[in-house]
């Protein structure tokens, strides 16, 4: 599939963006989000051509081989498996099953590349959420794809103002979303 163009006006509302921000106050809450979620309808399948469905950098070692764009998809893979044993305090690889997720929510979640991972290598359940309906779209087709649509669902909602009760989950997932937030 060829990548949607990022529109003229999207690319206006960047570097409004860049130059508001910091200066003023001038966008609203709501003017914000929409931008946010307008730009992420309008470029994800740019993302997704260059990044995978994993929207997010890699980990690299002095073992990882030369970097070609499949070596990227797994330093990505590699970038959550080592982001969550940092988290759990935890010396585990790949085959280590010693940490126990249940129910994650993955915030920012994109096309749910790292939820779609966890879900694998945890068996656990998830949401993932994202202010764009593009995104989530694609999410939910890409885990009906990988036959995970009975762990994983998707929807559109704010991180800010997220529509779950305390201690649903036992994982908050967020890599390179924060920026948004």
Request: charged share 20%; with cysteine; aromatic share 8%.
């Amino acid at each position: 599939s060829i990548p949607k163009k990022i529109s003229t006006s999207t690319c206006h509302w960047i570097q409004s963006i860049k130059s508001n921000l910091f200066k003023s106050k001038s966008l609203n809450d709501s003017q914000l989000k929409n931008g946010i979620a307008q730009f992420y309808d309008e470029s994800s399948d740019i993302w997704l051509k260059v990044w995978g469905e994993n929207m997010h950098h890699g980990y690299y070692t002095q073992q990882t081989p030369k970097k070609t764009l499949t070596d990227h998809k797994i330093a990505q893979i590699d970038m959550i498996d080592q982001t969550i044993s940092w988290s759990y305090n935890s010396q585990s690889n790949q085959s280590d099953r010693s940490i126990a997720i249940n129910n994650m929510v993955d915030v920012g979640c994109g096309v749910g590349g790292s939820s779609r991972h966890i879900a694998r290598k945890y068996n656990c359940n998830g949401i993932g959420i994202s202010l764009s309906p593009y995104q989530i779209e694609q999410a939910n087709k890409l885990t009906i794809a990988s036959a995970l649509n009975d762990k994983l669902k998707y929807q559109v909602s704010d991180a800010l103002a997220m529509p779950f009760a305390n201690n649903t989950f036992d994982l908050t997932w967020s890599l390179e979303s924060g920026e948004h937030m």
